[in-house]
Structure formats: structure tokens, C-alpha cells
């Protein structure tokens, strides 16, 4: 069983910068693929940025590739995301997920949430 607990939502001005931080419980193995996936009002959840164990499988939406830097921490069990050049579009509630043995699937460990919000 993992755990993963979000961190670093908030309101930001468009252009602006955020930095999400998640930590997971559990081990390496278990952990698998890390990765953030987001809901904007009326949509989908949709996949953000994603992360292989071995840190040298990245997969990006094509929205936020150069905005975006996902990276991760395996001594800590922490998966980040830095997000760049924020744009209004980028509002959702952005989610943590682990457990998948794919960069393109989601696992199925999720966390809570944590509400992004870009507006002047």
C-alpha cells in the first residue's frame, strides 16, 4: 500500500511559478512510475508529467512541454513538479499518482489533490 501526500497548491498570477512536491510511503518497488495528472472544471483528469524509477523515462502533455519539469527524488520517495509560464488554462486540481510500470498509465495509488488556481 502506498500513500501519497500532496503539497505547494495555490494561487498564482498568470506567468507566474509553482512548485508541487509529493511524497509517497512505501517502498521503491511498490512506488513504481510517479507522476502528476490534473482536472480542470468540466474536464478529464489528464495526465501532466510522469516519471520512471530509473529517472530516465519522462512523458509530458504536449500543453506543458517547456513550462513544465518533473523530477524526483527516490532517497526521499518525492516526486515534484515545476510549473512555469502559468497560464489560466492551467487551473485545475493537480493529483499525485504512483504505482504504474508505465510513464503513459496511470497507477493505482492516487492522492488527494492540491487545487492550482492562475488568475489576475
Known amino acids: 500500500q502506498v500513500q501519497l501526500v500532496e503539497s505547494g497548491g495555490g494561487l498564482v498570477q498568470p506567468g507566474g511559478s509553482l512548485r508541487l512536491s509529493c511524497a509517497a510511503s512505501g517502498s521503491g518497488s511498490t512506488v513504481g512510475v510517479m507522476g502528476w495528472y490534473r482536472q480542470g472544471p468540466g474536464s478529464q483528469r489528464e495526465l501532466v508529467a510522469t516519471i520512471s524509477t530509473s529517472l530516465t523515462t519522462q512523458n509530458y502533455a504536449d500543453s506543458v512541454k517547456g513550462r513544465f519539469t518533473i523530477s524526483r527524488d527516490n532517497a526521499k520517495n518525492t516526486v515534484y513538479l515545476q510549473m512555469n509560464s502559468l497560464r489560466p488554462e492551467d487551473t485545475a486540481v493537480y493529483y499525485c499518482?504512483?504505482?504504474?510500470?508505465?510513464?503513459?498509465?496511470?497507477?493505482?495509488?492516487w492522492g488527494k489533490g492540491t487545487l492550482v488556481t492562475v488568475s489576475s
Open positions: 499518482n504512483s504505482g504504474s510500470y508505465s510513464t503513459r498509465v496511470p497507477g493505482r495509488y
